[in-house]
Structure formats: C-alpha cells, structure tokens
C-alpha cells in the first residue's frame, strides 16, 4: 500500500486537484487498491470548506471530481503517510520545519520533482489570479501525477 498525502497552503485549490486527479489516474490504470490518497493545509484557514468553486468547475471539465474537505496538515500525518508532497517551495519549508528533528526528510517531496513535460518547479497558486492559473495547475499537476505513479510502479 503507497500511502500518499498532497500539501498546499489553504487546502482548497492545488491539493484538493493533486488528490482528485491522482486518484483519478490510478483508478483509470485500475491501481487504486494499492493506493490511500489524501490532502491537507499547511494553514486551516479554510478547514471544513470543499475545494474553492473554481477548482472544483475547471477539474470537473476534465471529468475530474474534487471531492475533498479541507483539513490543516497534523503532526501525525509525518507517521500516517510514506509520501508528503509539496506544491511549491513555501509548503516544502514549512514541512521541513514542521518535521523539528529531520527525521522525515526522505518522505517529503517537491510534486515537480515527478513531471516529464512540464518545466516549473513548483505548482502556483492560483488563488488570487484568473482562469489560466487553475489550468496551469490542472497542466502540471496531471503531468506530475502520472510521473509519481510510474516512479511508484516501476
Ligand atoms: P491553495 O490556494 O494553497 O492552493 O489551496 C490558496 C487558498 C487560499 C489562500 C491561499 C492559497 N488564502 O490565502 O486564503
């Protein structure tokens, strides 16, 4: 079992997507009984609240359904998860010093780190910006989806 928890700030664009379009790949690959997925905040600034609307409509035009409920990143989740993923370098930092002795280091990851196409290193935020940005995270987050999942089969 891969047990796999995608991070961002608020919980409610970039790791409710993360979550949604990875499991939505391993169920198309017929994988999903070896994988647990969830997500979290750094903050719980929106815990509680689904995946912002504008995430959820862009998904849903890929035939990807967010259905996620936001909740903050827990100290348990370091021992919960084999795999932390960060969205960008902000999120990647406040793991790491979330993590006061180090020794999760090996599980925390940057999701960039899987993509094969795309370039950025990290996913943007789309929060405050229009509807390019929710694509562009759709964009990488679908290529670095499918490079995790191989990286996890091979
Ligand atoms: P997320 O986006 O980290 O991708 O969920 C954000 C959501 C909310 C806020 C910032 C980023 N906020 O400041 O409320």
Redesign the pocket.
């Known amino acids: 079992m891969h047990k796999i928890l995608f991070v961002?700030?608020?919980?409610?664009?970039?790791?409710?997507a993360a979550e949604g379009v990875f499991r939505h790949l391993v169920e198309q690959e017929g994988v999903a009984d070896q994988f647990e997925i969830d997500s979290c905040?750094i903050?719980g600034?929106?815990a509680g609240e689904k995946a912002?609307l504008r995430m959820r409509d862009h998904a849903s035009r890929r035939g990807i359904d967010l259905t996620s409920i936001s909740r903050k990143f827990r100290q348990q989740d370091f021992e919960d998860f084999d795999l932390i993923i960060a969205?960008d370098g902000r999120n990647f930092k406040d793991l790491r010093e979330l993590d006061e002795v180090g020794q999760y280091t090996d599980k925390i990851k940057m999701f960039c780190e899987y993509c094969t196409n795309r370039t950025e290193s990290e996913v943007p935020?789309?929060?405050y910006g229009g509807a390019e940005g929710f694509e562009t995270?759709l964009d990488i987050v679908e290529d670095a989806s499918e490079g995790l999942l191989k990286s996890l089969l091979k």
Do not use: A, E, K, Q
């Open positions: 961002c700030l608020g919980n409610i664009c970039r790791s409710p905040g903050t600034f929106h912002d969205m935020d789309p929060y995270v």
